[in-house]
């Protein structure tokens, strides 16, 4: 059990000791850019439980991020929009979002799983667009209209604690969906990714498993989404339901390695500082233009993107050692 | 009745008709083959048996009707599919590939895995190997391996010596011939005429999605029509 989970121990330690070196000069900054790059990989790593794994691409995930935070936000926020409405804790808003996120996919989603490629992502698009346009159209006095719903109570103050609280979510997201993904029923919804038809002939009711993988999709998302807007002290229908976010999302899978869980966590966060970093260069819809390039060169060069490179590695590093304990050299 | 009976069996893609009244039947612990070119409507037969495709007519297999059955429900039933060679789950290993089909058979899975690796002890020397990295011969093995793990009592083998070297068709041969042995039904569906002649009890001629022939081997090979097209006589 250890054995398996060392690397997974060895990571936890050193993102745990990292705020320690924050009196000595460690810079703030960099911290609040992790506590974005683990909510980025949360989204990440539960897109890729349900696209990569199953190869249903979803263009929907922040249908199920935005509906989730939306439900907390509104049932927490303080102003009190017309008509007032009760206050409720976050104790109880926070798994009001995810029942929501579940709840909502549930209804959505499910009867898009009926159709298969690019029919399922449309699909899925169309309901984030819908949900967005719903917001902003709808009873504006409840969901706060184009403007959203801003100043939310957090769930913890200050950067160091986010820190934590993320980093939390992060892991145990993180460790959960890689031991699914590694046991038999990983294995079944990857051979769903591969072929279908197949696995249907093999006597396997794929519709079951990928209902699983979407539920596990849709609470993981919905879990990043509540803690998420509560970071963010705000929620606008803009920032919920951007492309910007679903390219993040799906671009984190892609170059950390679909269908692997630890390639999509790295992904978020190496998109993350990528994009703080490159801000000064590349500004605007330039953005936008450096995600595609980037996901094309991944796709064609490299489809296993990041985690592919750290096996390719590995083996050569393996190959080399037997080679030098049978050869000398 | 017969194991399996197929009557005015019809299948369409779109508005393309892939087959037209196919009937024929299978007695159980038989073992028959569909010779056919190309595009005759072979693969789209076995996969209407199992069923992946629409289609009009009559499928009974031991006295159930498997009219609009889902596949999981036919494969319950007991009837495995080993698929052409390339439909196998490359970036799996030996061992995940044959687990994946022995989902419906859990209580019976060491049973089925150890019967497998007896009857292809190749698969069992490359359990941990990625599918991909395997030769055509060893593919097609692992697809017979993973129809097997279904426990089946009909098994639907399409083209099982495709592409294929005449030394690994000789294995696959001493395959078939065991599992004949352990009294399961099997349908091959092949463009390979001699192999299926030696192995089937009785062909049928599939072209252009209808069954034009049909007979013993030795009844077949005595037509001109198939001394012509298949063996160049």
């Not at chain 1, 995810?98 to 159709?115: I, K, N, Q, T």
Request: charged letters at 15%; a positive charge; one cysteine or more.
């Amino acid at each position: 059990m250890i054995r398996r989970l060392r690397w997974w121990l060895i990571a936890i330690a050193v993102m745990c000791v990292l705020p320690l070196f924050v009196p000595l000069g460690f810079p703030v900054s960099v911290i609040r850019l992790l506590v974005m790059g683990s909510y980025l990989a949360i989204f990440a790593m539960s897109w890729d439980m349900m696209s990569g794994h199953t190869g249903y691409i979803s263009f929907g995930h922040p249908f199920l991020i935005g509906l989730a935070g939306y439900v907390t936000a509104f049932l927490s926020h303080q102003e009190g929009f017309q008509p007032p409405h009760i206050v409720l804790p976050l104790a109880v808003t926070l798994p009001l979002g995810v029942a929501a996120a579940v709840g909502g996919g549930m209804l959505f989603f499910f009867p898009s799983m009926r159709v298969r490629g690019p029919y399922f992502a449309l699909v899925s698009l169309a309901f984030m667009e819908i949900l967005h346009r719903l917001i902003i159209a709808v009873r504006p006095e409840f969901t706060g209209g184009d403007r959203g719903l801003p100043n939310l109570p957090s769930v913890v103050m200050g950067a160091i604690p986010n820190y934590y609280l993320s980093l939390g979510l992060m892991f145990a997201t993180a460790i959960g969906l890689w031991y699914v993904s590694r046991s038999n029923v990983g294995n079944v919804l990857k051979a769903i990714r591969m072929d279908e038809d197949v696995v249907e002939a093999s006597g396997i009711s794929t519709y079951r498993f990928k209902r699983f993988a979407f539920l596990l999709s849709a609470v993981t998302a919905g879990l990043g989404g509540v803690f998420y807007t509560h970071y963010l002290a705000s929620i606008n229908p803009r920032r919920a339901f951007s492309a910007i976010l679903l390219l993040d999302i799906i671009i984190s899978a892609v170059i950390g390695g679909m269908g692997t869980i630890v390639g999509p966590m790295f992904g978020g966060y190496f998109l993350t500082f990528i994009l703080e970093y490159l801000r000064p260069y590349l500004f605007g819809q330039w953005r936008l233009l450096a995600y595609a390039l980037v996901a094309i060169f991944m796709v064609i060069y490299k489809p296993k993107g990041f985690y592919g490179i750290a096996q390719d590695v590995a083996s050569w590093f393996q190959t080399r050692k037997r080679r030098s304990a049978q050869y000398g050299y | 009745m017969a194991f399996l009976e197929v009557k005015d069996l019809e299948a369409y893609y779109g508005k393309a008709q892939a087959l037209k009244s196919v009937s024929f039947n299978v007695e159980k612990g038989g073992c028959i083959g569909i010779i056919g070119p190309n595009g005759a409507g072979k693969s789209t037969l076995l996969d209407s048996i199992i069923g992946l495709t629409d289609w009009r007519g009559q499928i009974i297999f031991n006295g159930v009707d498997l009219h609009r059955l889902t596949p999981r429900a036919i494969v319950k039933l007991g009837i495995g599919y080993a698929p052409e060679r390339g439909n196998l789950f490359t970036y799996m290993d030996v061992k995940d590939n044959l687990l994946v089909g022995a989902y419906l058979a859990r209580e019976k899975i060491d049973e089925n895995l150890g019967e497998v690796f007896e009857m292809l002890p190749r698969l069992e020397e490359r359990q941990k190997q990625q599918a991909e990295t395997l030769s055509g011969g060893e593919r097609q093995m692992l697809s017979l391996g993973r129809a097997f793990m279904t426990d089946p009592k009909l098994l639907l083998l399409d083209e099982p010596t495709l592409g294929l070297a005449p030394i690994v068709i000789s294995r696959i041969a001493d395959v078939l011939e065991n599992l004949k042995k352990t009294g399961i039904t099997i349908v091959i569906a092949e463009q390979n005429v001699t192999f299926t002649m030696t192995h089937a009890e009785r062909l049928y001629l599939l072209e252009r999605g209808q069954l034009t022939m049909g007979g013993t081997p030795e009844e077949l090979r005595g037509e001109e029509y198939i001394s012509k097209t298949y063996f160049g006589v």
